[in-house]
């Protein structure tokens, strides 16, 4: 039972990424999942979920450049990234979770993440 994200690499400030989760071991479509983000000497950051719906919710520093997706036909979760920018540069990861109120809590194991380097 794992999630891997992957489509990490370095961008250009401006350019764009787009950033897979994908499933193994289990199916996807009973889960919301999170998309989260982690720079060395800071806690991990929840950037976007999506529920098991399809109903999407962002962070407000991400909003209107991170949008979050789901195909379950391919048991996969996206994050498409807009307008990156320096800032961005950090390890990506995602985890299924649930909500509960207006808190989403992770209930997977982390994998390794992806790398995101936004740099000219």
């Known amino acids: 039972v794992q999630l891997q994200a992957s489509g990490g690499g370095l961008v250009q400030p401006g350019g764009s990424l787009r950033l897979s989760c994908a499933a193994s071991?289990?199916?996807?479509?009973?889960?919301?999942i999170g998309w989260f983000r982690q720079v060395p000497g800071k806690q991990r950051e929840l950037l976007a979920s999506?529920?098991?719906?399809?109903?999407?919710k962002y962070a407000d520093s991400v909003k209107g450049r991170f949008t979050i997706s789901r195909d379950d036909a391919k048991n996969t979760v996206y994050l498409q990234i807009n307008s990156l920018k320096p800032e961005d540069t950090a390890v990506y990861y995602c985890?299924?979770?649930?909500?509960?109120?207006?808190?989403?809590?992770?209930?997977?194991?982390w994998g390794q993440g992806t790398q995101v380097t936004v740099s000219s």
């Open positions: 985890n299924k979770g649930y909500y509960r109120g207006i808190y989403f809590y992770t209930s997977g194991s």
């Open positions: 071991g289990f199916t996807l479509d009973s889960y919301a």
């Open positions: 999506i529920t098991s719906a399809g109903v999407a």
